[in-house]
């Protein structure tokens, strides 16, 4: 690292001050607030509130509808994490080997990230809603019985959909990035080395990729667990019989719709821990993994 | 083992013919380089042997094959790239065993070539690392590891010392001489470094412009450069070049050599060159004013202007008391003259 000397003793910290400010206010300060409130209960009328200590922690966790939202969060973020960093790589791929209008076909796939994620998800409903839906109409006809209201799986395989289809110009703009920064002469040395097609893709270019994967791995998961409400708000309610119901729906669900205040702050305390530790798992244990050229 | 044919082949990018017509033929075990400046096509050229180019025209055959669609791996050959071009992720071992792996060749065979590449490249201790931990000599020696190992028809290599420092760049190539030598498989080389060209060639093959200007032995090209460009390109420094006939230009031609017809250049090593002395018969005088004076260890050179002003290069031994502003009459063998006519082409 290189060390620089500031001439003037303020000028560092008012260089710093915007990056540290809007970390306090926008995640200290609501994270401090979400530890105080888990630790208290409202009374019903919300007239008081008294000190707990953790029973709001206990009584969540031994809680079975919590724990089958944490089923059913790890099982979005996964999926969601697969098929949009799978089909991303696959465009990304494609991409790269097309040689004219190459900018425009890049700019059409990185529109979609710029919907925000509630319109996202009333696009998907409008297509698969079973009841108005053109392709859900096409599904059935074809002898598919598509029911998302009721068939949680089918539920579940939408907001994947929806929330993926969404990350999938994000993971994209990366993977395009990754690509080119592969030296040319690898695939060549590749080519000539006999390797080809597939082969060549998972031996040489998959590996030299995983930075990048390493990178989205972390973001998508983040995302995964923490941005979708968007979405699973406008295409499911959570629903069916909280098929569909996330911990960050879950957190909005108890707080906001049941006013369970206490639960809710608990559920956010927890989540947040999940998501430290989750990262700093990949970066302890996958990164090591990863080969920075 | 394998004699490659190069018969008329271009290259055109849209409007602009980057190769235009080029034949050659490289018998088997031999050294080839092409060597030109930046631009004249000759990495082209070799990319195109390679399978990394598409051919326009002509044909390219390897090993009695026309090859000009075949895939590069199909080809036979192995490349050793300028930047080395060794998978980052890959063990020195994995990088040379990876293309042995992909045509199936059977573990104790890939073994006993890695083991034997290895041991004659000197590159042992370093198997288990990543091309990462290497030296630049190090990753260069492991490059050639990972052609040798291969077996190839032919070994093509693309500025192979262009990334070393001019102490390792002199190693490598005695080093890449004696093992072409040993294994004795056709190789084609491109440089732009004319030294290289000189001291590594069985034959070269001087490229400009997408055109060969000569192909010849390097002593050939030396001492018989069929063109000026050939002329100056390859000796260092380069050749003087003098207008004739230039009436007045303070140089003269003694009795019994004259200029042949439809001479334009007269062309003077600087090696060539001497400080004249009573009674030696030289066939070339002219008197010079000294510019410079270059010391370059053995035997300096000179930098001086004929009296109509035309710069003049010659060679001195040994460490001379020429300086600067000084004036004399520098004279030359008519073996060391060389005539051009107005295109540029060798007279006789």
């Not at chain 1, 540290?20 to 105080?36: D, E, G, H, K, R």
């Not at chain 1, 724990?67 to 790269?96: E, K, N, P, R, Y």
Request: with cysteine.
């Amino acid at each position: 690292m290189h060390t620089v000397a500031f001439p003037n003793k303020i000028l560092p910290y008012l260089l710093v001050a915007p990056q540290i400010i809007l970390t306090v206010v926008f995640f200290f300060w609501p994270a401090s607030q979400a530890i105080y409130q888990s630790t208290l209960r409202e009374d019903p009328f919300g007239l008081k509130s008294g000190f707990v200590g953790l029973a709001n922690f206990s009584a969540v966790l031994a809680d079975p509808n919590y724990l089958s939202s944490l089923q059913v969060t790890v099982i979005f973020s996964i999926l969601t994490a697969l098929v949009s960093m799978g089909v991303a790589l696959l465009l990304a791929t494609a991409a790269d080997r097309v040689v004219r209008g190459q900018t425009l076909y890049r700019t059409l796939l990185i529109w979609p990230y710029a919907v925000a994620p509630a319109v996202a998800g009333m696009l998907w409903l409008f297509m698969f809603n079973p009841a108005m839906g053109t392709l859900a109409y096409l599904l059935r006809r074809n002898g598919f019985g598509w029911d998302p209201l009721l068939n949680g799986d089918q539920a579940m395989a939408l907001i994947v959909v929806a929330a993926a289809w969404k990350q999938i110009s994000y993971n994209f703009l990366f993977f395009v990035a990754g690509l080119q920064a592969i030296p040319r002469s690898l695939i060549e040395a590749a080519s000539i080395d006999g390797a080809r097609g597939a082969r060549r893709f998972w031996t040489i270019v998959f590996p030299l990729l995983a930075p990048t994967t390493f990178f989205l791995l972390v973001v998508n998961t983040v995302y995964a667990f923490f941005d979708t409400f968007g979405i699973i708000h406008a295409v499911t309610g959570g629903g069916p019989a909280k098929a569909t119901e996330t911990l960050v729906y879950k957190v909005y669900n108890d707080g906001f719709v049941n006013l369970n205040l206490g639960s809710s702050a608990a559920q956010s305390v927890i989540l947040m821990i999940i998501v430290i530790a989750l990262t700093a798992f990949q970066f302890r244990f996958v990164e090591k993994r990863v080969h920075y050229g | 083992m394998a004699r490659i044919v190069l018969n008329d082949v271009r290259k055109t990018y849209g409007t602009v013919e980057a190769i235009k017509g080029v034949s050659l033929d490289i018998a088997d075990g031999e050294l080839i380089v092409l060597v030109g400046p930046s631009g004249c096509g000759k990495s082209t050229l070799l990319r195109m042997i390679a399978g990394l180019e598409g051919i326009t025209g002509g044909t390219i055959s390897i090993g009695d094959r026309v090859v000009n669609d075949l895939e590069p791996s199909e080809r036979d050959i192995a490349m050793v790239f300028q930047n080395y071009a060794l998978y980052p992720h890959m063990t020195v071992r994995q990088n040379l065993a990876y293309g042995l792996k992909n045509r199936n060749t059977p573990k104790p065979e890939i073994d006993r070539r890695i083991a034997e590449a290895a041991k004659a490249l000197e590159i042992e201790p370093f198997l288990e690392r990543k091309p990462r931990q290497l030296s630049g000599g190090q990753r260069q020696r492991v490059a050639m590891g990972r052609a040798i190992v291969r077996e190839p028809a032919a070994y093509l290599f693309d500025e192979p010392l262009s990334n070393l420092d001019a102490k390792l760049r002199v190693q490598m190539r005695v080093e890449i001489k004696r093992l072409q030598r040993s294994l004795a498989t056709t190789s084609v080389y491109v440089t732009h470094d004319q030294m290289e060209a000189m001291t590594l060639a069985d034959r070269l093959v001087v490229l400009n412009g997408g055109h060969i200007e000569q192909v010849g032995t390097p002593i050939e090209l030396y001492e018989k450069p069929a063109t000026t460009f050939v002329a100056t390109f390859i000796g260092s420094p380069s050749m003087n070049l003098l207008a004739t006939p230039a009436p007045g230009a303070g140089w003269v031609l003694s009795g019994a050599t004259h200029l042949p017809a439809g001479v334009a250049t007269l062309g003077i090593r600087p090696e060539d060159l001497h400080l004249a002395e009573e009674g030696r018969d030289d066939a070339f005088r002219a008197d010079v004013k000294v510019a410079a004076v270059e010391l370059v260890g053995a035997e300096s050179y000179v930098h001086g202007t004929l009296p109509d002003g035309t710069p003049i290069v010659f060679r001195v031994a040994g460490r001379s008391r020429i300086a600067m502003d000084d004036t004399m009459t520098i004279g030359a063998a008519a073996s060391g003259l060389h005539f051009f006519d107005q295109e540029g082409a060798r007279l006789a």
